[in-house]
């Protein structure tokens, strides 16, 4: 893999380079090496937080001791994640009242020294037997931290702020105005990052950020030589989300909330602009909840479309309230003070920003995919039917790229965007012994999920597979539905504790699910992947389902609409497969880990799609005979016994 992505940078190959490598392999290590040797400044764009903290803290200074040279890197984040230092001033000169908002706290003042520590999870006690904190307690906590920080990055908490109490001393990309258009712009904590990214040889950001760069027209990333995408089969739906709309009625109300503080701050005679607004805001929640979560066509109908100008309409004389209030008007009033300005001047971009997104839905052409979303709290979203064109023009054609992940399905780069006379694809495989240490039983009798009282027969099968693990079961469900059915039935039929997924925050779920090591966790979608938990804890991972997107997913069906015949072929069984890598990757995480995979779907053995889904999958032994299945848990559990 090293030697590949050195002769990509290095211009002596092919341009491009998709690169699957299996668990264990040390990627990070395959693509950081010849990045750094090369002298090339490059960007990695990775997925989640985890993989940006595992580069930024272990992985690169582990290389800059091992090539005894210094390296230079830097993690960029959205600005959302920084402290913004204007908010703070302003919180100084309006703080009693935002305060008494937030929570009933006076105004707070800087002042040196830690702020308690807290564990616990957002306005939850510190101390046992403490109430719960206010927004209004945790802003001064920030506050305090704001005075000793030296990054601003919200990563460096030892708690987890509320969204409020965050939200009331940080800014988004949409708000901010820009470091000349700010006073506190040359002490920004989001501009030094920048400004160390730029001067960095390696640069960390997540798939978002990425996305705000394209969507920037290239205003947020430094100039680079290369690109380095890992994780890189989560790249189509995020840059398609980041390049899309998503407008709630509770986001408009937001903005107005935002609104009304900043012209009653600038002295403002009137905010009947604001009442305007919210009014909108409440017929588009009536008319969102009505709408079926379905594609919208051309203009978003008749109802819909005629609700979405009107908050247009109402959204500009706001805007028109905010200009004259911010000093921007062109021969407005001057706002009362300069952080009055400020304020006005970031609402005016939130108002200018949701504007522009509704005004995306109402014109939006067939190569952009308009529909109502979000399940209980519905939202207007919109994302582009094919990210391809974007990438080939901003991404593919102007560097080197290198993608990589664990699971990566055949054509991906192609997928993207990369010419495919450009790309080289690589499987390097995984140097764990999968072959001995671990068996695919895929649970052929079962009958199909959609005849009547097909469950039951299901929870039986579950039943005796978690029963031969003795729990050490992971099970993974393609509903919430079918994961609360599951651990309804099986709690009353095993010795051993589960854990459901909801009962806790994710991290603390699977604390205890390492801590304890006999019991269960049944988990969904958010669990299928970047759970890592070696050792006896996990021994069998259930599967209750092939993972194929929902049908009625507006986006996942025009894609359908658009390749035609081949959409089953080109959407749903490339996503289908990486997810079922990634859910079986869950198991062997050691070079000592020992298990099995069940898949409880008759599918992945006799649909005549299912070889497709098998190349996908660790090289593990295959069987269809559970008492197989159930005799190679049996001995790693009578191994773990006599081991205990």
Request: glycine share 10%.
């Amino acid at each position: 893999m090293a030697e590949a992505v050195a002769d990509v940078l290095a211009g002596s190959g092919r341009r491009h380079v998709a690169v699957a490598a299996g668990t264990g392999t040390g990627k990070s290590l395959g693509y950081l090496v010849p990045a750094i040797l090369s002298g090339q400044r490059v960007v990695v764009a990775t997925a989640t937080k985890a993989l940006q903290d595992q580069l930024a803290t272990k992985d690169l200074p582990l290389i800059s001791r091992g090539l005894g040279q210094p390296v230079t890197w830097a993690v960029l984040k959205g600005r959302s994640n920084y402290l913004c230092r204007q908010r703070l001033v302003e919180m100084e000169h309006f703080g009693e009242q935002e305060q008494l908002d937030l929570g009933g706290v006076k105004k707070p003042r800087a002042r040196r020294g830690r702020p308690a520590s807290a564990t616990s999870s957002p306005g939850h006690p510190s101390a046992a037997g403490a109430p719960p904190e206010t927004p209004g307690e945790q802003v001064v906590r920030l506050v305090s931290w704001a005075a000793e920080t030296v990054s601003g990055d919200r990563a460096e908490l030892d708690f987890e702020p509320l969204p409020v109490a965050w939200s009331s001393v940080s800014v988004s990309g949409d708000e901010c105005p820009g470091a000349h258009r700010c006073p506190s712009g040359g002490d920004c904590f989001a501009e030094k990052a920048r400004a160390r990214a730029a001067s960095a040889q390696v640069v960390v950001v997540n798939h978002h950020l990425l996305g705000a760069h394209l969507r920037s027209d290239g205003a947020v990333l430094p100039e680079r030589d290369a690109l380095v995408v890992d994780e890189a089969h989560e790249l189509e739906d995020i840059l398609a989300a980041s390049l899309g709309v998503d407008v709630s009625a509770g986001r408009v109300r937001g903005i107005a909330g935002a609104a009304r503080g900043a012209l009653t701050a600038a002295g403002a005679k009137s905010t009947a602009a604001v009442d305007d607004v919210l009014d909108s805001a409440v017929s588009l929640e009536r008319v969102l909840t009505a709408t079926p979560e379905a594609r919208l066509p051309i203009g978003l109908g008749p109802e819909l479309g005629d609700t979405v100008r009107a908050l247009v309409s109402r959204l500009g004389r706001l805007e028109s309230a905010l200009r004259s209030s911010s000093g921007t008007g062109g021969g407005g009033s001057a706002a009362a003070s300069p952080e009055a300005a400020q304020r006005a001047l970031r609402s005016l971009l939130a108002v200018e920003r949701c504007t522009e997104e509704l005004e995306l839905c109402l014109t939006a052409e067939e190569d952009t995919v308009v529909w109502v979303g979000g399940g209980d709290r519905r939202t207007l979203r919109s994302a582009p039917l094919d990210i391809r064109e974007e990438l080939q023009e901003h991404v593919f054609s102007e560097m080197p790229v290198v993608l990589t992940s664990a699971t990566m399905a055949p054509g991906l780069a192609e997928r993207l965007g990369a010419p495919p006379a450009d790309v080289i694809e690589l499987d390097v495989g995984s140097p764990f012994d999968f072959e001995n240490h671990g068996l695919m039983y895929c649970a052929v009798k079962l009958p199909d999920r959609r005849q009547p009282g097909a469950e039951e027969p299901l929870h039986d099968e579950l039943e005796a597979l978690i029963l031969a693990a003795g729990g050490r079961t992971l099970g993974l469900f393609t509903s919430r539905r079918a994961m609360e059915r599951a651990a309804a039935e099986l709690r009353g039929r095993v010795p051993w504790p589960i854990h459901v997924q909801g009962d806790l925050p994710k991290t603390a779920l699977v604390a205890a699910f390492t801590e304890e090591e006999t019991s269960c966790l049944f988990a969904t979608m958010g669990f299928w992947q970047g759970v890592d938990v070696p050792g006896a804890t996990l021994s069998l991972v259930v599967i209750d389902k092939i993972p194929f997107p929902r049908p009625d997913d507006p986006l996942m069906a025009a894609r359908r609409e658009a390749a035609g015949a081949q959409g089953f072929r080109l959407v749903d069984l490339p996503r289908a497969a990486t997810l079922l890598a990634q859910g079986a990757g869950r198991l062997i995480r050691s070079a000592t880990d020992r298990g099995v995979v069940a898949v409880l779907d008759p599918r992945l053995a006799t649909a005549s799609y299912s070889s497709y889904l098998v190349k996908s999958l660790p090289r593990m032994r295959r069987t269809r005979d559970r008492d197989e299945a159930l005799a190679f848990l049996h001995g790693i559990r009578a191994e773990a016994s006599q081991a205990s």
